[in-house]
């Protein structure tokens, strides 16, 4: 087991190769000789060292528009695993296999949430699983009719609702015609 330290500065190491040097090996130099990652809502990833490092080259890792930004909002660390929440940023002005298989570039802004559980073996990482909610990035790039997005409680401007600038589901408001 590695002390929260350590897990902390594996994973900073990892987003690193990641996303600044955009580095395949840099990144797996990181990882557990059997590790698993999960994008959830897309089921993109692998599991075992070469399927990692296979979805890391073709399909994550350098096929990110230039504008992509990470901003961390809290960490949690435990005794082996850390919890990222984190609002990724990009214009979708390239195809971005790993959030939007297949399909061409937009040209829209995406803004969401994205939480990352990471487990740990030992220094390594273990384990990545990610999540974020896909209807958004889908609303946010058109992807979606505009009538069904209405009708949807899909968050389309997450920082404003993180921060509390926005209300909450209209579902939960009280109803003007029903006493509470």
């Known amino acids: 087991m590695a002390d929260r330290a350590t897990m902390e500065r594996i ?7 990641e996303f600044v040097a955009q ?5 797996m130099a990181t990882m557990d000789d059997d590790p698993i990652v999960v994008h959830v809502p897309t089921a993109m990833g692998g599991s075992g060292y070469d399927d990692v490092k296979d979805f890391y080259a073709r399909w994550f890792i350098g096929r990110n528009p230039d504008d992509f930004t990470v901003r961390s909002i809290s960490r949690t660390v435990g005794d ?10 990009f214009t979708h002005d390239i195809e ?9 570039p937009t040209g829209q802004q995406v803004r969401i949430p994205v939480i990352a559980v990471v487990d740990f073996r030992g220094p390594r990482v273990r384990s990545e699983r990610i999540y974020w909610d896909q209807t958004a990035v889908l609303a946010q790039t058109q992807l979606l009719n505009d009538d069904i997005v ?5 968050v389309t401007t997450p920082l404003d609702v993180l921060d509390g600038r926005v209300p909450l589901n209209q579902l939960t408001s009280p109803r003007p015609d029903v006493e509470p």
């Open 150 to 154: 209405r009708r949807l409680p899909v």
């Open 11 to 17: 994973w900073e190491a990892h987003t690193a190769g």
């Open 96 to 104: 971005v296999p790993w959030i939007l298989p297949g399909l061409a």
């Open 23 to 27: 580095d395949v090996e840099a990144t």
């Open 80 to 89: 082996d695993s850390l919890v990222d929440e984190m609002i990724v940023s």
